[in-house]
């Protein structure tokens, strides 16, 4: 199902906090909670060890993924196994949107470097032309359905991350999407899309992988300039840069 009009907004929040009070009252969140987040929740570390028995994590050198806390274990994997991970900066407010983790330039160990903090103080910065062809990409999410729609926490990072990666050709349609999640995140039900929202392949819990088929043909392109305003455009530099069409 796809929902363009300005209601699809308020239908995601009403998701957003029906799924954050879910997991509190069935006790799948842990710190830092659920509300206003990617909540992290039990059993993350038994979904980023499934995450990693899949073909298309076996096959892949290049990672980018989400910093939140319910996929962190999946980024200590990735730089345990020798795979070069990329995370965005937050709200991507620098000219260089990106830092890279390099398991081969660490000092550190994964799990040092794999946090937000780590990363910030581990990685080395670089543009959207900078980063390597992405493999795989993990990202996180609030609430997602069976057909593979997501739902965010309502920032719009990851999909203008997305599109950033996507319109530089570092992210193509053979490259793989995943989110873990707890199964009280899968929701049997429509969930509203926007244009600019991108669809997982593979949604990962701690004792099941779904595959949802999705097709890669309809992820978005690019930067979808007429949802950006002005005042959005000149907070990200890395938009700022580019000329709209």
């Known amino acids: 199902m796809t929902v363009a009009e300005p209601g699809a907004d308020a ?5 957003r906090e029906r799924v954050w009070r879910t997991m509190v009252s069935g006790r799948a969140a842990r710190f830092p909670g659920a509300d206003g987040r990617i909540p992290n929740f039990v059993g993350a570390e ?3 060890r499934l995450l990693a028995t899949v073909e298309a994590w ?15 274990p999946v980024r200590v994997a990735a730089l345990a196994e020798g795979k070069v991970v990329y995370v ?4 991507l407010r620098d000219a260089r949107p990106f830092l890279r ?9 994964p799990r040092q470097a794999a946090s937000i903090r780590g990363a910030g103080a581990n990685g080395d910065s670089a543009t959207v032309k900078q980063v390597r062809r992405i493999d795989l990409v993990v990202c996180g999410t609030v609430a997602v359905n069976r057909d593979g729609v997501r739902i965010g926490k309502d920032g719009g990072y990851s999909d203008l991350e997305f599109a950033l990666l996507s319109e530089a050709g ?11 999640v707890h199964p009280l995140q899968l929701l049997d039900e429509e969930l509203p899309e926007t244009p600019h929202d991108f669809r997982v392949d593979l949604i990962v819990m701690p004792d099941e ?3 949802t088929g999705a097709d890669r043909s309809r992820r978005p392109r690019g930067i979808r300039w007429e949802d950006l305003d002005d005042d959005r455009i000149a907070a990200i530099p890395a938009l700022g840069t580019r ?3």
């Open 88 to 91: 965005a900066v937050p709200r």
């Open 101 to 109: 983790l390099d398991p081969a330039r660490l000092a550190v160990t």
């Open 243 to 245: 000329r709209r069409p």
């Open 11 to 15: 239908t995601k929040q009403a998701i």
């Open 46 to 48: 038994r979904a980023a």
């Open 58 to 72: 076996r096959a892949s050198g290049t990672l980018k993924s989400n910093p939140d806390a319910p996929q962190l």
């Open 170 to 180: 570092k992210v193509e349609n053979r490259t793989t999407i995943a989110t873990t």
């Open 209 to 211: 992988i779904i595959e």
